[in-house]
């Protein structure tokens, strides 16, 4: 056990600078808004958000107005204004999301893309610019306009940039996932919003190793006939085999076609997007997402929350199949330069990223928290290694961030930098709870819910608590909830996934508390969390007391049904050349009952060699739980490793 990572959730590990409170974006947006508005926040950022709330419209209005949006905004505001689902920001707008991202084309720095084998692409903002109008005259010619789907199975590459963005200034709407998927999961998605047009990679590279990908393209193609074009994209070869497919044409000859003139300026609430659910209950939902509230939703949350400036450098680790690709795209709408990356983030070395960060200078990098663990029980130690001077924030997502992690990340990353974890995912393309630049970090503590989005923790009788965990609600619209999901009729799995369990209130299925200084502390998804003797406890809970074990280099925590109850049943990969022993299940029962409660002590600790998680490095608890109680899990092709599931199979132990 490491016990120089044992910490106590919110301990105070950085404060912002006085330049924070007088001279940041978010003081400049609030001056903006006293003079409007005649209000004074005082300097307070709970204050700010409060006022955010109450007055939600007025602050998406004076918003788009600060942030200077190119379009139209148009008369009304908004139209059922308090339905959930229903209300419908600035109906009367109209825009084009490319044109907010390619404005002030000039020779700066837009995109700089790395690959796992070396390989770096620069663009400039006018070269980013002429190759998306290209290429969106080239789809103009092929007959790809206003609402059509244009789906791309590509890697985190410019093309992949470039694709979404000339998508966009045609009007047409952009899905993407990562050519990790096999047929069956790429296929799930994209065979139920029938593309027109698929884009695609001859293949991929992970971990110094060739995939081939176009056999798994012509038969994705041959199973969707509302395919006219196929773009082919040659990542492995230069000259890849293009016969079988609809029509086919190399990505670069496509943008030699003459240039759209013009951005299609479509709808505030018209579609840009269809991203799609984990898919591991089932078939994925298809959730689709506007134009404006995209448009409006991040560049909150870049200029507001992440106080990104043109003068940064941005980065997230992601692929094209995780919505955080499409969020950090969105850094060229401030003019901030966005670096990619391509490949395994540890390959050959878990230095890999950082020294990335030192060669490009970066202010703003993103990350998951299990990447963050990863670096952790490798023992590398970036502070020690390469130069982070420039690096202003970290962001972390993708589970609850442990506090063992953040103080990690303040003792061998910077003790300077901004840490900030955030939540929200997919269903609303942004987040819930996030980090603000004038407001305290505390350890395992996300800094304030966003700005506009009127979060509460709701009690059983969906009443407002701090202090006790709760389900994590937003009580009023906000403009990047989904438009609608792809074919479903009465929105009614719209309204299941998120309106069923509290009338007209958005419940977000995740198990948190609200601190008294307006932070938010999530302990797990809530249709995960444990109810050992009718008492609800979430799995980060546990997942915080286990992580501080050396020996330990991940676990996953369910509940088994049993008795006429549930018990806790907690699995873990050991750490190399490390044994779970009697010992050692001792030592860790011991740590989480003095850490977290009795209750939530394991009655067995199982050693298994792999646990299964989706293709963003979610581990994937559900599945799991539907394992062990003998009950299928519905769709494995959601999964990065579903063959981890067999390890969870009749296990002698949960007999007893």
């Known amino acids: 056990m490491n016990d120089a990572a044992v910490s106590v959730t919110g301990k105070l590990l950085w404060s912002p600078d006085q330049s924070a409170q007088t001279a940041g974006q978010v003081p400049e947006f609030a001056g903006f808004v006293n003079k409007r508005t005649g209000t004074d926040w005082g300097g307070d950022f709970q204050t700010l958000w409060q006022w955010s709330v109450d007055q939600n419209v007025e602050f ?3 918003f788009w107005d600060w942030h200077g949006v190119i379009g139209d905004k148009g008369a009304r505001k908004i139209e059922n204004k308090t339905a959930m689902p229903g209300a419908r920001f600035f109906p ?9 991202m390619l404005a002030d084309a000039d020779e700066r720095l837009a995109l700089s893309a790395h690959g796992e084998d070396g390989r770096l692409t620069r663009l400039t903002r006018a070269e980013l610019k002429a190759r998306v109008m290209r290429l969106a005259g080239w789809m103009q010619t092929a007959g790809i306009g206003k609402g059509d789907r244009v789906a791309a199975y590509i890697p ?18 952009f899905s993407s996932c990562s050519p990790d998927f096999g047929i069956g999961g790429a296929s799930d998605r994209f065979g139920q919003i029938e593309p027109k047009l698929l884009i695609a990679c001859d293949g991929y590279l992970y971990g110094g190793k060739r995939f081939d990908r176009l056999p798994i393209v012509r038969e994705l193609a041959e199973g969707m006939p509302s395919v006219t074009h196929t773009l082919i994209v040659p990542y492995l070869d230069t000259a890849p085999d293009l ?9 670069d000859e496509a943008e030699g076609d003459a240039p759209l003139a013009d951005f299609v300026r479509v709808g505030f609430n018209d579609p840009l997007y269809i991203l799609y659910s984990s898919g591991t209950t089932g078939a994925p939902k298809c959730i689709v997402h506007g134009v404006g509230g995209v448009t409006l939703q991040h560049a909150k949350e870049l200029r507001l929350h992440s106080d990104v400036r043109p003068e940064d450098r941005l980065f997230f680790f992601t692929t094209c199949g995780w919505m955080m690709w499409n969020w950090v795209v969105s850094g060229l709408m401030v003019g901030t330069p966005v670096i990619l990356y391509e490949g395994n983030p540890f390959h050959p070395g878990p230095d890999r990223l950082w020294r990335m960060a030192e060669a490009e200078k970066l202010t703003h990098m993103g990350v998951s928290a299990k990447y963050v663990d990863a670096v952790r029980n490798a023992g590398y130690l970036p502070g020690q290694n390469v130069d982070l001077s420039a690096l202003r924030m970290i962001m972390s997502t993708g589970s609850p961030l442990s506090a063992e992690a953040f103080e990690f990340i303040y003792r061998d990353v910077s003790p300077s930098l901004q840490l900030c974890s955030i939540s929200g995912g997919t269903d609303l393309i942004s987040c819930f709870v996030l980090g603000t630049p004038t407001q305290p970090v505390h350890a395992g503590e996300i800094q304030s819910r966003g700005l506009g989005m009127a979060v509460e923790i709701l009690d059983d009788d969906g009443k407002p608590v701090r202090g006790e965990q709760g389900e994590l609600c937003c009580l009023k ?9 792809w074919n ?3 929105d009614a799995k719209y309204r299941a996934a998120y309106f069923e369990h509290f009338e007209g209130i958005w419940r977000h299925g995740d198990w948190a508390t609200l601190t008294e200084r ?10 995960a969390t444990l109810n050992p003797g009718g008492v609800r406890i979430g799995t980060a809970e546990i997942y915080r007391q286990v992580e501080a074990f050396d020996e330990i280099e991940e676990a996953l925590v369910v509940g088994q049904d049993w008795d006429n109850d549930v018990r806790v049943i907690l699995f873990v990969r050991m750490a190399r050349d490390c044994v779970l022993d009697d010992e050692l299940a001792s030592a860790i029962k011991a740590r ?7 209750r939530h002590v394991p009655r067995h600790i199982i050693a298994i060699p792999d646990i299964p998680r989706t293709r963003s490095g979610k581990i994937t608890e559900l599945a799991v739980r539907d394992v062990i109680h003998g009950r299928p899990v519905k769709n494995t092709e959601a999964l990065a490793n579903a063959e981890a599931l067999a390890h969870f199979a009749d296990i002698p132990q949960l007999a007893e």
Not at 92 to 100: H, I, M, Q, T
């Open 156 to 173: 985190n590459i410019p093309e992949a940039v470039i694709a979404m963005l000339a998508t966009s200034a045609v009007g047409a709407i």
């Open 92 to 100: 009367d707008a109209s825009l084009n999301y490319a044109e907010n």
């Open 477 to 485: 619209p906000f403009p990047s909830m989904p438009v609608m999901f």
């Open 592 to 598: 989480i009952r003095s850490g977290a409660t009795p």
């Open 243 to 251: 016969s079988g497919l609809p029509q086919p044409c190399l990505f």
């Open 488 to 490: 479903d009729p009465g």
């Open 60 to 62: 998406w209005d004076l």
């Open 518 to 527: 307006g932070g938010v502390v999530i302990h797990g998804r809530s249709d």
